[in-house]
């Protein structure tokens, strides 16, 4: 279930008004209850570890580079037997965000009003406005991709119907015999 406020289980917003040089190191570990919050929010059964480490540095004129890697460990619920099924996630981050009021955020990468996308490229830019960008929940987007959507427990595999006949329902059966149909 989805929560009605926006706000990541693991918010940490950042100033990246004057970031130095070389860039902020920071680290995101996760407490008990926020480990829960994330095991909600991403239906898992339970987040035993959460752990951030990003480098937050300027970009260009206006932006800001973030990367780094967010590593979990999660149980999950097999698709097949519903059994618990642990997993480890180890996803690098890498995003870039640009000041709505620069003129690259405005008029687009190539000068010329648009911005080309490269399937196997770098994710374009966010645009982001004041002083401050929310690396928390973009560390949990990352680690949101990172999760399988259809975990497995080792050995369980879903059996094909083949050509079996679909059983009918009573309904079905009933709808048969007003239509006149054998």
Known sequence: MRRADPQSPVSFVTNVARLPQKGLPLVIEADARQRVALAEEHELL?????????????????????????????????????????????????????????????????????ILLDAEGPDSPETFSGDTIDVGALAEQFFGLAIDPYPRKQGASLEAAGDAEPVENEFQQKLRSLLGKS
């Open 46 to 114: 339970s987040v035993e570890r959460y752990r951030a480490e990003l480098l937050v540095a300027p970009w260009k004129r206006h932006g800001v580079k973030v990367s780094g890697r967010v590593e979990a460990d999660i149980t999950q619920a097999c698709i097949v037997t519903l059994d618990p099924v642990e997993a480890h996630i180890d996803e690098a981050i890498d995003a870039l965000f640009l000041q709505e009021e620069s003129k690259l955020g405005r008029q687009g990468f190539d000068g010329g009003g648009e």
